[in-house]
């Protein structure tokens, strides 16, 4: 099954990049502020996952395998090399991602992580068994949470572990109504935590945030029904696992086809410690609602980004995407040229 996860993966993740964002819409609310050429030194095909620290440092981790730290203009500041800390690991998709605390950690979706810090060198390796999940975020004391949203019964959806990988709480419930939808859509839906420890959550298939304190408490949710939005039915195609296993191109077009005609949440960020921010697809195209932690709607109407858009993240009141240089004005015309990062600050309202 395992095997699945990471085929499934490669053929679905998104491999579009952002043109220049002219909505003038979104432009009332987020102002273009700086674009990060990242360093060539760290070589990079695909980004992965891209996070940011309070103070403006750059993390990526490339589809390759490889994890990089940048200072806040794009200079490579180090490659994480986790043989620091516990030499011949190996890795399966991993992941990497700065701890409120201030470290860094590595993990992947075999179960296994190590912990930098926040210069990039080996701090340790974290003996935490609860890496598979989609989803990561922490508190401010170290301690972590996992969302897993396969959607499958023998797999809780949220494990808190503290900040040495001992297993606090897991609790949650999964989606009874999608059984099919555990393997397709596991990169959907959405989690994160702001600095005052509340889990903010939202499944797949509506746009519904969920909000938990961390002893798991339901502390109520926040709704909105997008502009654009028609909920997916209950009868997915079904997912054949050989299928899928072979990389079967025409099953992938099948899934895809379904899905476009249907509204789905691709990511729940903190904008900053009083916002949210919840992003969702139809018709491939990616729609932006913002909230205040208390539930109030911030804007006139969703935002609409083009097709081609990719968010990298959403922090310090900023949101980053990620982009390629145009191959035409590329100096050397090489293949492997890096990423640029775009980052637009939010400047609406909060309240």
């Known amino acids: 099954m395992k095997r699945f996860f990471y085929c499934l993966f490669f053929i679905s993740f998104p491999l579009t990049f952002l043109t220049a964002q002219t909505d003038q819409e979104f432009l009332k609310y987020f102002k273009k502020v700086k674009t990060i050429q990242l360093d060539e030194k760290a070589p990079i095909k695909v980004i992965l996952q891209l996070d940011v620290d309070k103070s403006g440092q750059i993390l990526v981790s490339d589809v390759g395998g490889e994890t990089f730290l940048f200072s806040p203009d794009g200079k490579l500041i180090k490659g994480l090399n986790s043989d620091e800390c516990s030499p011949g690991m190996k890795w399966k998709l991993p992941r990497a991602a700065f701890l409120k605390s201030g470290e860094i950690l590595k993990y992947d979706f075999l179960q296994q992580a190590v912990l930098f810090k926040n210069n990039g060198s080996c701090l340790k390796k974290s003996n935490s068994k609860n890496f598979g999940s989609t989803f990561f975020s922490s508190f401010l004391d170290g301690s972590v949470i996992y969302y897993n949203s396969f959607n499958m019964k023998d797999i809780s959806p949220f494990t808190i572990c503290d900040k040495d990988g001992k297993e606090l709480i897991k609790f949650g419930t999964i989606l009874k109504e999608f059984p099919n939808a555990s393997i397709y859509l596991s990169s959907k839906g959405g989690m994160t935590v702001d600095d005052n420890d509340i889990i903010y959550q939202a499944f797949f298939n509506n746009a519904q945030i969920n909000k938990y304190d961390r002893t798991g408490k339901f502390l109520g949710s926040i709704f909105r029904k997008p502009d654009r939005y028609i909920l997916l039915r209950n009868d997915m195609p079904k997912i054949d696992i050989n299928r899928a296993k ?84 590329y100096n050397d015309n090489s293949s492997n040229y890096n990423p640029r990062i775009e980052v637009y600050k939010y400047i609406g309202k909060t309240h």
């Open 246 to 329: 072979a990389n079967d191109q025409q099953y992938v077009a099948e899934m895809d086809k379904y899905f476009v005609e249907y509204t789905y949440v691709d990511a729940l960020y903190i904008l900053d410690n009083s916002l949210i921010m919840l992003a969702y697809t139809y018709k491939e195209e990616t729609g932006l609602q913002i909230f205040n932690t208390g539930g109030n709607y911030l804007l006139n109407n969703d935002l609409k980004l083009d097709k081609k858009t990719r968010i990298g993240t959403a922090k310090n009141g900023c949101l980053y995407f990620i982009s390629k240089p145009d191959i035409k004005n």
